[in-house]
């Protein structure tokens, strides 16, 4: 589904990603560790298409398409979906009105009718109910006002709504409890099946117990330094990142 | 010098348009009233047309409006509204709606149905023509036009125009909708709409002014409004300007606040290539509040102008102010707000926003707060900002699948919507949303 071949991203002439190689398939849950400032966020963005973000080298497929060429919204539309680390407040546009313009985008790239107002509302009900989120939050501003946790949740909400085929989670669990944690899992769980793949970035293990990844892979200065299954992260959670700064032995995680 | 000779030469003319109907003026208007066109024509050529050199006239050239050669506009019989003419009327309304064409009160364009006991809603010219007494204390006696060219020419030469009267006391049920259009298919016309509203003590009511012509045509339109409001009365004005694209529209809005009362006016700009509103508030008594709020959206090479003026002149009042302008391609936007506190005003509350989004980088905004104090215990504040759209909530849409148009016009739209919001008559905010959804496409079915 993705595939990531030596990737090099400047941002503002500064080299962030130094060569990544990442192969993602349909049904796969893949967990990113790192450090702060290793360039977790920056792959999250490069994939979502953020212009800021510059490739000097490498290549990312998306289901055989030159990522590159595509727009954020091209990409949103072929099915990838990013739920950001810092969720951007839209003041003056109501989360429901907001992502009903999203959704009918999307329908109609994928050359379906767009849902109309009774149809939209009975899928944002059900899926409200998945991330437990309040119905106040509907009617706000996007992001506006919502706390920490509300804002994390919204993204899931926001997922579960537009139904993507890769979803890319950018510490979607950081400064949540673990009510709130479980919840979220749960809702990337739901999403989870044979067609579809999940890539979650996190700095903590913790999440990785509700929902648990085929793989693991450690990233420190822009680079991946060692790659694994499930036990990898328990691994990073007793040890820390200490002697993970520069690769070592790159294991091949099971199944490759 | 030479500049100013020039604009005043350009007077001559109007002064000419008074000369032709100065006859019938002598002939059916009280003598106080010829009086002050006497007084207003020649007030007019002493100060002749504003330039630029002039402090209020800036950041406005009315070069266009002096350089061409408008046609005194009469009274033109039509039957219906042009059907170029989009989103004028309220038709799913109960509104009263009186139609002015030109600045002449169409009858049959109008529907004055089932007006309650204690309101009046009619010509002015008629209400002149019948019961001039009643008018006398108010009419061109709130405001004065002595600084104001384009009020002056109002003065002297407005033949029609809309006369309100409502009794103390009286609650008026629905909106009263005046609805100013112009129409100039073979000579570029300027007309002269005159709207004077009497709020009675504790009577309640709301105006809505709207301005809009056949979109290709140029004329001009110099419009004065004077709203004197009551002890205790709640009013709520709004002026929705829909002018052609190529329309000049100069407005003089006075506002004349009595104790207590509470008044708010709303002011939507959205056509028109040369716009300049002077708004102007007089809070002459204790316990007034005053709200103006703003909407502009320039664009193409509009020139959109609002300077407001809000005068406390009594103690315990409050004003809060919030205009937002819209600014795209290479127009320009003004606003200029003065708020004055004088000495003996205290215990003030004024607040004053100025918000601007700069679309393009050809567009460009002059945001001047003006605030002059000489009490000292007042709470007065004035805030301006001017951007762009956020880039972050422009590529956070875009994640989800919106395009880049219908992104960047979702955004421009909530800004909109903030003024938008505070309209609490349904018709009127449905009707300004469907005109900003038209202009602002985002949806997939749009
Ligand atoms: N937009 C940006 N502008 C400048 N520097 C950036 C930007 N985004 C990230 N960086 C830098 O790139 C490095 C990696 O950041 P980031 O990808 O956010 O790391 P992580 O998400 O792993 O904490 C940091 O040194 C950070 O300062
Ligand atoms: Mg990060």
Redesign the interface.
Known sequence: MLEIRNLHVNVDGKEILRGIDLTIRAGETHAIMGPNGSGKSTLAQVL????AYEITEGVILYEGQNLAEL???E???AGM??A?QY???????SNTY??K?????????RGEE?LDAVDFLALVKEKMKLVHLDEKLLHR?VNEGFSGGEKKRNEIF?MAV?DPKLAILDETDSGLDVDALRIVAEGVNALRDETRAVMVITHYQRLLNYLVPDFVHILAKGRIVKSGGRELALEVEENGYVGLEEPTEVLQPVGY | MIALDKNRAKTERYVADYEKIEGEIAAHEPIWLHQIRKEAISRFQELGFPTIKEEEWRHTNVTPIVKREFTLAGAAAIDSLPDTIHHVTFPDSDFTQLVFVNGFFSPRLSHLNSLQDGIRVESLAQAIACDANALEPYLSRLGSYEEHPFAALNTALFRDGAYVHIKKGVVARTPIHLLFISTSPKQAVVSYPRTLVVAGAESQATIIESYAGVEGEVYFTNAVTEIAVGENAVIEHYKLQRESAQAFHIANMLFYLDRSSNFASHSISLGGSLVRNNVNAALNDEGIECTLNGLVMAAGKQHIDNHTYIDHARPHCASHELYKNIVDDHATGVFKGKILVRRDSQKTDAKQTNMTLLLSDEASIDSMPQLEIYADDVKCTHGATTGRLDENALFYLRTRGIGKPAAKNLLTYAFANEIINRIRIDAVREQLEQILRERLPFEQND
């Open positions: 979502a298409g953020h212009e727009e954020p919204e990409r949103a539309c979906f990013l950001f969720p951007v407040e839209i003041p003056g546009v907001f992502l313009t999203a959704l009918n985008a999307i329908r109609k790239a767009p501003p926001h537009l």
